[in-house]
């Protein structure tokens, strides 16, 4: 059976677009809980970002899994920060500035500092929510659980493959995703998404085939590879499609609300859910989804 179930946010449970999970979603949380799942969030963002995605509904986010798995909580008490290494920073923030149009976001408690050429570049370029850091000179000695490059528009600016390529040349220490089209994630080495699913799995006493991990992006890949019930939404990018075990409609429609009431209700009879059957996949699969 089931007996955890994370999940990515953006266009996985919360479809693009939507400013906050839907009522259908919330209340599909409340039935898994009820039924006895575990139930964790898997996500970039930082907790402050979560809570107002679920009306403070806290029953959605006391256990959660954030900044690409830098940080556990559970029960909503913090039990692991995985730092990033300060060395490598300053080489990314030293590689960032050949490349005009883009900044590096550091961040540390609350804030958020953005090193950057300066605050006329970074709103000329319409760097992602650059109004809402701080500008500074350069990396600090302060500790840092979470880092992203600010990816620019415009004329001039650099592909983002190009920057990516330039950083892991210089950053071995640091894993470099793409959470969305405005960003690139730096994550440790040899840490992310599946570590923190796979230490929270550990503290919750479960093993791997007990959960069921959702996702669509290419920053949830380690964490689909990393439990036997791995689960793709319809929208999903192609990798995440092709390497998930299992396959859902489209976040849009609310198909991974759908998935959990059909695993609560699987928990409560002592059975896997329907749609993780092999046979009914196959004839999903055969449908035209975009693939």
Request: hydrophobic residues 40%; contains cysteine.
């Amino acid at each position: 059976m089931i007996k955890l179930v994370v999940t990515d946010i953006d266009d996985t449970l919360i479809a693009v677009g939507r400013p906050h999970a839907t009522d259908h979603a919330r209340a599909a949380i409340h039935e898994l809980q009820d039924a006895g799942v575990e139930f964790s969030v898997v996500t970039g963002r930082r907790m402050t970002a979560i809570q107002h995605l679920f009306d403070g509904d806290e029953r959605c986010y006391q256990t959660a899994i954030t900044s690409n798995g830098q940080r556990i909580y559970l029960d909503g008490e913090c039990i692991h920060t995985q730092y990033l290494s300060h060395d490598a920073l300053v080489r990314a923030a030293e590689v960032i500035k050949n490349f005009e149009g883009y900044a590096i976001g550091l961040y540390k408690g609350h804030e958020v500092e953005l090193v950057a050429t300066s605050a006329e570049e970074v709103e000329h370029y319409g760097l992602a929510f650059w109004n809402k850091a701080y500008l500074v000179d350069g990396v600090s000695d302060h500790p840092y659980y979470k880092a992203n490059v600010r990816v620019g528009h415009g004329p001039g600016v650099a592909s983002r493959a190009e920057v990516r390529t330039a950083i892991a040349r210089v950053c071995p220490e640091f894993s470099l995703f793409y959470p969305g089209p405005n960003y690139i994630d730096l994550l440790p080495s040899g840490w992310g998404k599946d570590s923190a699913v796979c230490m929270l799995a550990g503290r919750l006493g479960l093993e791997f085939e007990e959960v069921a991990a959702f996702g669509d992006e290419e920053n949830d890949l380690n964490m689909l590879y990393s439990v036997p019930n791995s689960v793709a939404v319809a929208n999903a990018v192609p990798a995440v499609k092709r390497d998930a075990r299992w396959h859902i409609g489209a976040s849009a429609d609310d198909a991974v609300a759908d998935a959990f009431y059909d695993i609560a209700a699987a928990t409560r009879a002592g059975r896997m859910p329907t749609f993780m059957n092999e046979e009914e996949q196959w004839e999903a699969v055969q449908e035209p989804r975009g693939w």
